[in-house]
Antibody, heavy 131, light 108 residues
Framework: EVLLLESGGGLAQPGGSLRLSCAAS????????MSWVRQAPGKGLEWVSA????????HYVDSVKGRFTISRDNSKNTLYLQLSSLRAEDTAVYYC????????????????????????WGQGTLVTVSS | DIQMTQSPASLSASVGDRVTITCRAS??????LNWYQQKPGKAPKFLIY???SLQSGVPSRFSGSGSGTDFTLTISSLQPEDFATYYC??????????FGQGTRLEIK
């Protein structure tokens, strides 16, 4: 059974930092790309960041580039998201999500990219940015 | 960035009804389109990928169609457990991938 368990959320001040973790089990973690998707209170879903199975390729939405860092430790089956320079608009439930495969070479776009299709999700961890 | 627009934003229907939700992309995305279901307080559930392929374990009353810019999610006979919010998501090209704003399906 695939399980994803996020932790690390909480209250942070504007400009502050947090590190989210996602412990994975039930599948060969290193064989799959992983993403973080967030949902502000009462709002829709927003993809935030993705990382390839090896950790060597990362992607971010523009609004978090330079502030958030995605990483993974395949020896610990754990995905991370380091949040820095936090803003009120970063307040959201953050979900980790398993992709349906690892990154692949897209011949049309001439780049390695994840499938961005999320077949399993964690329960989410709430990040609140407020003074 | 590619914008995804869902309609309607909300929908009231009864058990047994046939329901269709529409998703439109701001540019052609071929069949790079997924659908998710989300219930209050829960994580999204993966329903359909590549516009029309049913994810394993998803009931056959769910179906998807479309290509290019216009897509639909159809529930052939609504069941009580289907009342939820539905999101489309494109996976076309370079990031960012984006979701539609959601369609809330409520009991009439």
């Amino acid at each position: 059974e695939v399980l994803l368990l996020e932790s690390g959320g909480g209250l942070a001040q504007p400009g502050g930092s947090l590190r989210l973790s996602c412990a994975a089990s039930g599948f060969t973690f290193s064989s799959y790309a992983m993403s973080w998707v967030r949902q502000a209170p009462g709002k829709g879903l927003e993809w935030v960041s993705a990382v390839s199975g090896s950790g060597g390729s990362t992607h971010y939405v523009d609004s978090v580039k330079g502030r958030f860092t995605i990483s993974r430790d395949n020896s610990k089956n754990t995905l991370y998201l380091q949040l820095s320079s936090l803003r009120a608009e970063d307040t959201a439930v953050y979900y980790c999500a398993k992709d349906i495969g690892d990154s692949y070479y897209d011949h049309v776009w001439r780049t390695y990219r994840p499938y961005f299709s999320f077949d399993f999700w964690g329960q989410g961890t709430l990040v609140t940015v407020s003074s | 960035d590619i914008q995804m627009t869902q309609s309607p934003a909300s929908l009231s229907a009864s058990v047994g009804d046939r329901v269709t939700i529409t998703c439109r992309a701001s540019q052609s995305i071929s069949s790079y389109l997924n659908w998710y279901q989300q219930k209050p307080g829960k994580a999204p559930k993966f329903l359909i990928y590549a516009a029309s392929s049913l994810q394993s374990g998803v009931p056959s009353r769910f179906s998807g169609s479309g290509s290019g810019t216009d897509f639909t999610l159809t529930i052939s006979s609504l069941q009580p457990e289907d009342f939820a919010t539905y999101y489309c998501q494109h996976t076309y090209g370079a990031p960012p991938i984006t979701f539609g704003q959601g369609t809330r399906l409520e009991i009439k």
